[in-house]
């Protein structure tokens, strides 16, 4: 039986030492041996956030994390921005109306990118807002938002608190959180973190743990409050994701056995090219610009004359080759190209060889090996280098 090839926005493949070390016996979350691995562990994930905040892990799906971003920091009533470039940002916007918040949406069409002008207009007539919420990373359209620029925008404009969704692109993308001035960063385990689902990841910065103490706030389960104490002891208030954590540990092992966080995210950016140059050279279309491109997934859209959800289930059937599909109003107009986390180059010209494998059984007019060749000589370039 063959492999599938998982080539999703996440969950992701997971490197087989990471299962490995998941494997282990399990220890309990009260004991000395667990608060190494919590202190060491979350040290050690720091220069991922670009922080010298601490990490607090949440034994939770990303979304439960940016949930309790959002309701330790801003109270019902109050004003928020919310900035929605697809259909991840629109999640925000609805934790933030579920919690009663006054909701300014600044929304984009999918496919674009939220500019820092976009938000300097948008933010001119609104005063007393308490938080702007934004994606950095839009996995429903491969949009990279320009945060380092829209959170100096939220810095020189507002006196609100910039909070920022991580969980598609951390681990892959550049984040430097206390130089940029994000004030909460979120990301999630199951993509670029190389992880099974199950593990949030959350730092906060000492402007956003001021407001987060004078917030009153209905959470228990989410309380931030209670992470940071907890912390101080290495450990967490309830019972942890123990063998995500282990897990966390060993990717940690793998960014430093590749060189260090830069290589990770170089190595990210070079599989964005690879996808980016395959397309075009097989006369494929793309969502986005270049400009706002993300290095961590590619939204493609449907080859001309293909019917794509047919073509996505006969890559999935005929040659296990599995792709994520359009989200909203973009089904079935788009797939989305996964290469996040434990992907490298010869993964990516193994899907594009794939892909024109299936083009050709759909009689796809294009010249055979296009895709792979260019691919491959953005692959040769950067070794070059």
Not at 117 to 135: C, G, R, W
Not at 162 to 172: A, E, K, R, Y
Not at 268 to 273: D, G, P, Q, T, V
Request: glycine letters at 8%; a negative charge.
């Amino acid at each position: 039986m063959y492999p599938n090839i998982l080539r999703h926005p996440g969950p992701t493949p997971i490197p087989k030492k990471v299962q490995h070390v998941m494997n282990q016996d399990m220890i309990s979350h009260r004991t000395p041996e667990f608060v190494t691995l919590y202190q060491e562990t979350t040290q050690r994930v720091k220069p991922i956030f670009g922080t010298k905040q601490d990490i607090l892990l949440l034994p939770s799906g990303g979304t439960a994390a940016l949930e309790a971003a959002a309701v330790n920091t801003v109270s019902p009533g109050e004003e928020v921005v919310v900035i929605t470039v697809g259909a991840f940002g629109d999640y925000f916007v609805s934790i933030c109306e579920k919690n009663s918040f006054k909701v300014h949406k600044l929304e984009k069409s999918w496919g674009e990118a939220c500019t820092e002008e976009d938000l300097i207009q948008f933010l001119k007539p609104l005063t007393n807002i308490k938080a702007v919420f934004a994606t950095y990373n839009e996995t429903s359209t491969g949009i990279l938002n320009p945060i380092e620029k829209l959170a100096k925008v939220v810095r020189d404009h507002t006196d609100a608190l910039f909070i920022v969704d991580g969980v598609s692109c951390l681990g892959g993308a550049p984040a430097e959180m206390d130089q940029w001035g994000i004030d909460i960063l979120v990301t999630g385990s199951q993509k670029a973190m190389m992880l099974p689902p199950g593990l949030s990841l959350i730092s906060v910065s000492d402007r956003a743990w001021k407001v987060i103490e004078e917030t009153s706030k209905p959470a228990y389960y989410l309380d931030l409050l209670s992470y940071r104490e907890w912390a101080v002891k290495g450990m967490t208030p309830n019972t942890p994701a123990i063998s995500l954590i282990m897990g966390l540990s060993a990717v940690c092992d793998l960014i430093e056995e590749e060189g260090g966080f830069a290589q990770t995210v170089a190595r990210h950016e070079l599989m964005k090219n690879m996808v980016r140059e395959a397309m075009g050279a097989l006369s494929i279309g793309l969502l986005t610009s270049d400009e706002f491109a993300s290095p961590t997934i590619t939204a493609i859209r449907a080859p001309e004359g293909i019917d794509l959800p047919s073509f996505l289930s006969h890559l999935k059937e005929k040659y296990h080759l599995d792709f994520a599909g359009g989200l909203g109003h973009l089904q079935g107009k788009i797939f989305r190209f996964g290469h996040m986390g434990y992907c490298f180059p010869s993964d990516v010209l193994q899907a594009v060889s794939l892909i024109e494998a299936g083009l050709q059984d759909f009689s796809y007019s294009f010249e055979s090996g296009a895709g792979v060749a260019a691919a491959q000589k953005v692959f040769l370039a950067a070794q070059r280098k």
